[in-house]
């Protein structure tokens, strides 16, 4: 069974970072795309990064803005998400996806929050 695990969210102040970890099991991931989304409540669920197979090809939403960065260590079958200078508005859960064809993302985690107090 394919398991995306979440971890590394929690609280923090406006303004401190974030390191958003995700480690798959079940499947290698190596040779797919991996990714993050959010969903903060009562807004729709949104793209925040992707980063290709080998890591040499990332995507970011506008509302990234530098501030984050997505990597990945295919050794681990892990990505990660680091995320600086954050805001109020980027509070959400935070959702690893796998495996993106077509336009469809095959395997979604389960979340981690991520809380910012102002």
């Known amino acids: 069974q394919v398991q995306l695990l979440e971890s590394g969210g929690g609280l923090v102040q406006t303004g401190g970072s974030l390191r958003l970890s995700c480690s798959a099991s079940?499947?290698?991931?190596?040779?797919?795309?991996m990714g993050w989304f959010r969903q903060a409540p009562g807004k729709e669920r949104e793209f925040v990064a992707s980063?290709?197979?080998?890591?040499?090809?990332?995507r970011y939403a506008p509302f990234v803005k530098g501030r984050f960065t997505i990597s990945r260590d295919n050794a681990k079958n892990a990505v990660y998400l680091q995320m600086n200078s954050l805001a109020p508005d980027d509070m959400a859960p935070y959702y690893c996806?796998?495996?993106?064809?077509?336009?469809?993302?095959?395997?979604w985690g389960q979340g981690t929050q991520v809380t910012v107090s102002s």
């Open positions: 980063i290709n197979s080998n890591g040499g090809f990332t």
């Open positions: 996806v796998a495996d993106f064809v077509g336009s469809t993302w095959n395997y």
């Open positions: 079940g499947r290698a991931f190596s040779n797919h795309a």
